[in-house]
Structures are given as structure tokens and as C-alpha cells.
């Protein structure tokens, strides 16, 4: 039997924004490309998602359940991804 597939986490992010960029470095530094799907808000039906989530502050990560919004809640939710590798949270 194979283990259950992990959901892709999806991290709303703006590339100037130096918030966002300490989410995404965080994504690199601990190896999670394979988990996170970079979202650029530039993009109009990007944007779309991000909002019908309830998007209003970037970075945000939405984990299927629930969007976790600003540097410091990103962070948290990736770590712990990465320390308990619950998807959970």
C-alpha cells in the first residue's frame, strides 16, 4: 500500500515584496519545492485565487483548509511541515 500523498500547499506570493521573499527562501532553504507551489500575485487569475481564499496581506499560504497570511503565519505553517511533517496545522 502506498502512503498518502501529500497536498500541494500553495504560497501567494509578490516578488518585490520583502515579506514574500523571506517565504520563499524559506521554501528553498528547507527543500520544500516539492511541496509549495509559488503563486505570483502579479497574475490576474492568481490574484482571483488569493482573494476567493480570503486573501488580503502577502505572503500567504493556503494549505487546502486554510490561508495562512503574513511572513510570520507562513513561516509557522512551513515549519511545521518540515519539523512534524504535519500537514495538518
Same mark, same amino acid.
Given at each position: ?6 497536498p ?9 515584496d520583502?515579506?514574500? !521573499? ?8 528547507? !527543500? ?15 490574484? !482571483? ?19 495562512h ?21
Amino acid at each position: 500500500m502506498s502512503p498518502p500523498v501529500a497536498p500541494m500547499l500553495e504560497l501567494f506570493h509578490r516578488i518585490a515584496d520583502p515579506p514574500s !521573499a523571506t517565504a520563499r527562501r524559506f521554501v528553498t532553504d528547507h !527543500a520544500l519545492e516539492d511541496r509549495v507551489r509559488f503563486r505570483n500575485l502579479t497574475y490576474a487569475e492568481v490574484e !482571483a485565487d488569493w482573494r476567493e481564499r480570503g486573501g488580503h496581506t502577502s505572503p500567504a499560504l493556503w494549505d487546502g483548509t486554510r490561508l495562512h497570511q503574513g511572513a510570520e503565519a507562513v513561516v509557522a505553517r512551513l515549519l511545521a511541515v518540515v519539523n512534524l511533517g504535519r500537514d495538518d496545522a
